[in-house]
């Protein structure tokens, strides 16, 4: 098996059903679970440190990509994503501290959180704890919900900008 395969046994669909037998052994192995979401469209350095942190705060860090179908409604404008699902899915499996990624069809990760049962919900800085979907499913488990500072004047926007002219 060569690396890109290794990678991509860490991408899984939502929908998946391997993807119940391999959370139901993540679960047994690993005492925190960490997980967090995105479109992650254009990875740049504030993407980096955000999940570098996000993976200190547990063991197991699991992030929730969002499909082309999901991210189109999300973005503004028809250019965005940039990237298709599959590549912005195998580049965020490629980073060393991530160690899972599953792919989702719907606006929120709720159901993706529901089916995960994290013991950590990370997302940025910009959200209240109380305002994280998926922080009630979280919570009720005895989870904690943590929010994580951006770094300043790195986002995807302002890349895509530049990139516009």
Do not use: C, W
């Not at 690993?30 to 995105?38: L, P, Q, S």
């Not at 488990?141 to 990139?163: N, Q, W």
């Amino acid at each position: 098996m060569n690396n890109l395969e290794r990678i991509q046994q860490k991408i899984f669909r939502a929908d998946d059903e391997k993807l119940r037998f391999r959370l139901a052994s993540v679960a047994f192995k690993h005492d925190k679970i960490v997980f967090t979401n995105g479109v992650f469209d254009l990875l740049h350095l504030g993407h980096i440190d955000y999940l570098s942190k996000a993976k200190d705060l547990g063991n197991f860090l699991i992030v929730g990509v969002n499909s082309d179908a999901s991210a189109r409604r999300l973005q503004k404008g028809d250019n965005r994503p940039i990237k298709d699902e599959v590549s912005r899915s195998t580049i965020m499996a490629a980073l060393r501290f991530v160690d899972l990624v599953i792919i989702f069809d719907e606006d929120t990760p709720y159901e993706v959180i529901k089916l995960v049962q994290p013991d950590i919900l990370v997302k940025g800085s910009d959200y209240k704890p109380h305002e994280i979907v998926g922080s009630d499913i979280v919570t009720a488990k005895g989870g904690s919900v943590v929010t994580i500072d951006f770094l300043p004047g790195y986002s995807t926007t302002a890349i895509e900008k530049k990139i516009r002219g």
